[in-house]
């Protein structure tokens, strides 16, 4: 499975996005999921498999409970494809800024005439 196919899942990227927060078990993000998503335990269940056998999670058993953790390699993967891409939207950002740093500037000029000429 591609990377880009288990994160299109929003179900995916949710739990992803507990599992950031540190390590969960599976009891604790099946209560989140369930009630944001309201989709069954095995349904989570499934999703933390496909997690788990794409590299995306890790999972270890702690007595009977099973603690999920995000797996970042499969992450950097993904961040080193976006890197082609990065440019696009950081060129505009940089203009953003400059606009904003621009406006700022011109306020400060038109205030400092207000105060210069009552």
């Not at 056998?53 to 953790?69: C, D, H, K, N, P």
């Amino acid at each position: 499975m591609h990377a880009f196919d288990v994160l299109g899942d929003p179900v995916r990227r949710r739990i992803l996005e507990l599992l950031a927060g540190g390590e969960q078990s599976s009891g604790e993000i099946s209560s989140v999921i369930r009630a944001e998503f309201g989709i069954s335990q095995p349904a989570v269940s499934q999703h933390l498999r496909v997690l788990r056998e794409t590299g995306f999670a890790s999972v270890r058993a702690q007595g009977t409970r099973r603690l999920y953790a995000v797996d970042s390699e499969p992450l950097r993967e993904v961040d080193a494809w976006l890197a082609r891409f990065r440019g696009f939207w950081e060129q505009r950002l940089d203009a953003l800024g400059t606009e904003l740093a621009r406006g700022r500037r011109e306020r400060r000029e038109r205030d400092s005439d207000k105060e210069d000429h009552p």
